[in-house]
Every structure is written in structure tokens, then in C-alpha cells.
């Protein structure tokens, strides 16, 4: 099952030179990175990364994560996957760029 991480490009950066991030502030704050389905995505951008450019878009296999990904109830109840250790650019399975165009990020085609 695919699941998807954004990233502001200094992480994404952060990523690629490190080989491994603990993410973004909020996911350090909280203790584990957070990711969404396809069918949450939309809602995730347009809630925490509302008029911000410059964004990536990473997709990843949720079964290639092992046990160390949990499913828990968040926004309204719907479970959202959660990773309980580093993430590793060898996770990724590839990245797009989310660009922002009149207010609105631009999902890959396919993606949603």
C-alpha cells in the first residue's frame, strides 16, 4: 500500500545528504513521522502546508516499513499512519515535487 510523507524542500534535502531524518519539526515534537494514505493527502497539505511552496512529495510502501509502522486514529477518528524510527532515503520509493498554483497543491497525476 502506498503512503505518502510531504516534505518542505530543506527536509527533503535534509534527507537526501543524511540518508535519514527523524522529519519535520512537528514529527520530532511528537515522537514519530507522520505520513498519509492517497486519500488523505489532499487534506494534509491544505491543513498543515497551506500556501507554502516548495514542498515534496515523497511515496513510500507501507509494507516495507515492518512493525515499526502503526496505525492510529487522528483527524476525525481515521487512522494515519505513524513511523517509530528514522526514515531512510532507502524507504522512498520516489519523490515529486507539490507545487502550489492559485492557492491549490498539484497532486502527480495518479497520486490521488
Not at 17 to 45: C, K, V
Amino acid at each position: 500500500m502506498l503512503i505518502l510523507k510531504i516534505f518542505r524542500d530543506d527536509e527533503w534535502q535534509e534527507l537526501r545528504n543524511q540518508g535519514e531524518t527523524l522529519g519535520a519539526p512537528i514529527d520530532i515534537a511528537d515522537g514519530y513521522l507522520h505520513f498519509s494514505t492517497p486519500e488523505q493527502a489532499a487534506e494534509t497539505a491544505a491543513k498543515h502546508f497551506a500556501d507554502e511552496d516548495d514542498l515534496w512529495l515523497l511515496g513510500l510502501e507501507a509494507d516495507a516499513l515492518g512493525d515499526k509502522l502503526v496505525w492510529e486514529p487522528s483527524r476525525g477518528g481515521a487512522l494515519f499512519p505513524h513511523l517509530y524510527r528514522p526514515l531512510k532515503l532507502d524507504d522512498v520509493a520516489w519523490a515529486q515535487p507539490l507545487p502550489l498554483q492559485d492557492g491549490v497543491h498539484q497532486f502527480p497525476a495518479g497520486v490521488l
